[in-house]
């Protein structure tokens, strides 16, 4: 009898094991379809912002533009203004993730996470993605683009120059913040301008060129 029962024991731990192995695969396909279904819109949505104003573009078009339906559109995105600000975030997102990988152009992942390695880090997404952000910028939506990425440097440069910031005494924290994030915006559109030339590493080494005096 115990025999049995070890075996029907075993029989339940191999099946649960295949089950979690389906389902584990289950969830991975359904994580790639929905990454494909935000880079088609995503995409379709910078073809859009190429040849028409921001304000003009209704998510119809969007849908229609991506081919996906309405409800999947609205599972991703509740407004045409969240998916700009996605765009923003989702080249900069895992910049400052715990568990950095190795990527085509670049390669953090052994790198100490401190502000020269998160600035360098953020360059090197902004000129894999140069299409997009000169699109995006050259469009009726920069300015609306520009703001979501300036609220995003302010969180980057809070966690990396927080303690600096805080120290000075000649100036507000938050106008020193806005300082800093409005430099960094203007630096790289001065790099957009030079065709962006100038390595992620040298653009990073100008910016601290910049900044560390103000933060000394």
């Not at 695969?25 to 104003?53: H, P």
């Not at 849908?63 to 609205?74: C, K, P, Q």
């Amino acid at each position: 009898m115990s025999h049995e029962k070890s075996n029907n024991q075993l029989g339940h731990n191999v099946c649960y094991r295949t089950l979690c192995a389906i389902c584990a695969e289950r969830a991975y396909i359904m994580d790639r379809r929905q990454q494909k279904t935000r880079e088609a819109i995503f995409g379709a949505f910078n073809r859009l912002l190429s040849q028409k104003r921001y304000t003009n573009i209704t998510v119809q078009e969007i849908i229609d533009e991506a081919n996906v339906g309405r409800s999947t559109f609205y599972a991703h995105f509740e407004t045409k203004d969240e998916l700009l600000r996605e765009m923003c975030s989702e080249i900069f997102t895992h910049v400052v993730s715990d568990h950095l990988s190795s990527e085509e152009t670049h390669d953090f992942s052994d790198k100490d996470d401190d502000t020269d390695t998160v600035v360098t880090h953020i360059l090197y997404h902004l000129k894999d993605n140069s299409k997009n952000i000169i699109g995006i910028l050259t469009c009726e939506s920069g300015e609306l683009f520009l703001r979501y990425f300036k609220q995003y440097l302010n969180s980057v440069f809070t966690e990396y120059f927080g303690g600096q910031i805080e120290k000075s005494k000649e100036l507000p924290s938050d106008l020193l913040l806005t300082h800093i994030s409005s430099s960094f915006v203007e630096m790289v559109n001065w790099w957009i301008q030079n065709d962006m030339k100038q390595t992620p590493e040298q653009m990073e080494s100008y910016f601290a060129a910049v900044i560390l005096p103000i933060l000394s």
